[in-house]
């Protein structure tokens, strides 16, 4: 959102609808996300900013809360879903000289 926060929303369908309900808190980052990537299990999300930033949080859904990551989750434990953003150690070796 260009407001620079990341808003998560639970799904819950049931009987033919689907309701949505806002995390009470969204996850603030210093510049707008404009791209986000999930963990396959959920439990992590990670952003591409519009100043370039990747970010990373592990998200409680007990409590509905995302906490910030400092570091880098270790690319052999976490299994990202869906395609790479489009910086950060996903696109290692991708750009070649000259670029």
Known sequence: H??????????????????LQQWPMALSHIAAPVIIQFSE?????KTLTRDYEVAHWYLDKSRSKGSFVAKIPDPDVCIWAD????????CQGLYQKGW
């Open 83 to 90: 395609d790479p953003l489009i910086a950060g150690w996903d």
């Open 41 to 45: 299990d959920g439990k992590l999300v």
């Open 2 to 19: 260009m407001d620079s926060n990341l808003y998560i929303f639970d799904v819950n369908a049931m009987q033919g609808k689907v309701v």
